[in-house]
C-alpha cells in the first residue's frame, strides 16, 4: 500500500462556523500504475458540538486538475449521525490519471446544506513509482545473436532477462518486442510474447526472434502489458551500422560490420515465437565435406589393388 503522495500547501477550512469540522485529510497510494493511481483519500470529520449531527450527513470528494482546473472526479459518501464531541474517518477510493497535479476538495452536507470542507493538493504524481507487487517483474537485461544472414535481412535472436522483484508469484503478462530503427523511427519487425510466472528473486530469459534490414541501427523496445495498460518498458541498442568519433571536431566515421561474422549456430536452442513477421528456412546445418573424402578415399584404395594386381 503504500508509498506516501506528494503534498504541497496548506489545507485549509473555508465554510463559516458550524459544529462539523474536517479536521484533516490524508493521502495514500495504494495501487500505481503505469498511466493510473489509486489513492485513498481519508478525511477526518470532528463533531465540536453538544448533541450529535443529523443522520443525513454526507460527504462529498471532489478532485480538479491543477493543469486545467477541470473537475475529474466526484464522489459522494453518506457518513451517517457523528456523535457529540467525537470524531468519525471516512476513506474514500479514487483513480486518478498519473499526470499534473489535483486539488482535492472534501464538503461536508447536512440535510443537503453545506456545512464545512477542507482541500489539499497533490503534486508530482507522475513521480510516484510504484509498489514491488505492481507489476513486480523488471527488465533486467537484453543480449542480442544473429541466427542467420540472408539477402541483407539479418535475423536476430532477442533473450530478455526478466527478475521477479516482488513478494510473491507474478501475473503473466503479455509482451511486446520491438526493433524501431533509429534514425526514421520505423518498425522493422516486432513479435509478442508471454512472460510466464516465476518465483521471488527468480530471473527467466525469454526469446524472441525478429528479422530486420541489414546496416541499420535498432533501439530493441520490451514491453510488458497488462490487459490493455502498460506495466513496464525497457529499451536497449543494436547497432548494425555504427559509428565512432574521429576527432576532436566530434566528425563521426561509420564502421562497416560484416553481420555474416556474428552469425551464431548450434548455441543454445532457438526460441519458438508466437507471432512474427519473419518467416525464416529451419534447415539444419549439415557437415560438408566428410562424403567427398570418403569417395576419394575408396578410388584410392581401388587404383592400388588394380596396380597391384597388375604387377604380379
Same mark, same amino acid.
Given at each position: 500500500?503504500? +508509498? ?5 500547501? #496548506? ?7 458550524? %459544529? ?17 493511481? *489509486? ?9 465540536? &458540538? ?11 470528494? /471532489? ?45 461536508? $452536507? ?18 510516484? %513509482? &510504484?509498489?514491488? !507487487? ?8 537484453? *543480449? ?8 541483407? /535481412? ?35 519487425? /516486432?513479435?509478442?510474447?508471454?512472460? &510466464? ?13 525478429? +528479422? ?26 543494436? %547497432? ?8 576532436? *571536431?566530434?566528425?563521426? %566515421? ?5 553481420? &555474416? ?7 543454445? !536452442? ?22 567427398? $573424402? ?5 578410388? #584410392? ?12
Amino acid at each position: 500500500m503504500i +508509498s506516501l503522495v506528494s503534498t504541497s500547501g #496548506c489545507l485549509r477550512s473555508f465554510e463559516e462556523e458550524s %459544529q462539523l469540522q474536517i479536521i484533516n485529510i490524508d493521502v495514500m497510494a495504494k495501487d500505481v500504475r503505469s498511466a493510473f493511481v *489509486d489513492l485513498n483519500v481519508t478525511m477526518y470529520v470532528e463533531n465540536y &458540538g453538544e448533541t450529535a449531527s443529523n443522520n443525513n450527513t454526507t460527504l462529498v470528494l /471532489k478532485a480538479y486538475s491543477t493543469r486545467t482546473g477541470l473537475l475529474e472526479i466526484e464522489k459522494e459518501n453518506p457518513i451517517g449521525n457523528i456523535p457529540a464531541e467525537s470524531t468519525r474517518k471516512v476513506t474514500v477510493p479514487v483513480n486518478l490519471p498519473k499526470k499534473d497535479g489535483y486539488r482535492v476538495v472534501a464538503l461536508v $452536507f447536512e440535510d443537503g446544506s453545506r456545512k464545512s470542507g477542507r482541500q489539499i493538493t497533490l503534486n508530482n504524481i507522475e513521480d510516484l %513509482q &510504484g509498489s514491488l !507487487e505492481t507489476p513486480g517483474v523488471e527488465i533486467s537485461e537484453m *543480449d542480442f545473436m544473429i541466427r542467420e544472414v540472408a539477402e541483407k /535481412k539479418v535475423l536476430i535472436q532477442n533473450d530478455i532477462y526478466l527478475t521477479n522483484e516482488g513478494v510473491g508469484e507474478n501475473e503473466n503478462y503479455r509482451m511486446l518486442v520491438k526493433a524501431r530503427e533509429m534514425d526514421a523511427s520505423l518498425i522493422a519487425d /516486432k513479435a509478442w510474447t508471454d512472460t &510466464g510466472t516465476f518465483e521471488p528473486d527468480e530471473t527467466v530469459i525469454r526469446s524472441v526472434n525478429l +528479422s530486420v534490414p541489414d546496416n541499420y541501427n535498432y533501439a530493441v523496445e520490451v514491453i510488458l502489458w497488462e490487459d490493455d495498460t502498460i506495466v513496464r518498458q525497457g529499451v536497449d541498442y543494436v %547497432q548494425l551500422n555504427p559509428e565512432k568519433e574521429i576527432d576532436k *571536431d566530434k566528425r563521426l %566515421q561509420t564502421k562497416n560490420i560484416d553481420s &555474416g561474422d556474428f552469425v551464431v549456430e548450434g548455441f543454445g !536452442e532457438a526460441p519458438v515465437e508466437e507471432e512474427s513477421a519473419s518467416e525464416y528456412p529451419t534447415e539444419e546445418p549439415g557437415t560438408p565435406g566428410f562424403e567427398i $573424402f570418403g569417395a576419394l578415399m575408396m578410388l #584410392c584404395m581401388v587404383y592400388f589393388v588394380a596396380r597391384r594386381n597388375k604387377d604380379e
